[in-house]
């Protein structure tokens, strides 16, 4: 059974960082897109970050480009998101997902796993 693990959500004051671990088991996340995504209250599950499966390339939603990274350990199966100089607006439920396909997307629905979400809350 293919399952994500996510764990790192905390709450923590604007301009800290956290970050957030998603760590597979039943399947091998190289042979993976591996997808973050957020959805805050109210709105619309958000695309936040990607690392491709072909070269470990990677895409960032405008709001996030030079805070957060995203990165792979393929030999603990475990993909992370770092997050600095958080924001309140960065508070939201995060996701990881995997897309069993080798370039990036930021679309939800092609993603095929999902992980449970992680809370993730930027305030003073």
């Known amino acids: 059974q293919k399952k994500f693990v996510e764990s790192g959500g905390a709450l923590v004051q604007p301009g800290g960082s956290l970050r957030l671990s998603c760590a597979a088991s039943?399947?091998?996340?190289?042979?993976?897109?591996i997808g973050w995504f957020r959805q805050a209250p109210g709105k619309e599950r958000e695309g936040v970050s990607c690392i491709s499966a072909l070269d470990s390339s990677t895409v960032y939603v405008d709001s996030v480009k030079g805070r957060f990274t995203i990165s792979r350990d393929n030999a603990k199966n475990t993909v992370y998101l770092q997050m600095n100089s958080l924001k309140p607006e960065d508070t939201a439920v995060y996701y990881c997902?995997?897309?069993?396909?080798?370039?990036?997307?930021?679309?939800?629905?092609?993603?095929?796993?999902w992980g449970q979400g992680t809370q993730v809350t930027v305030s003073s």
């Open positions: 997902a995997a897309a069993d396909q080798a370039v990036c997307t930021m679309w939800a629905y092609e993603y095929d796993y």
């Open positions: 039943g399947f091998t996340l190289d042979y993976y897109t």
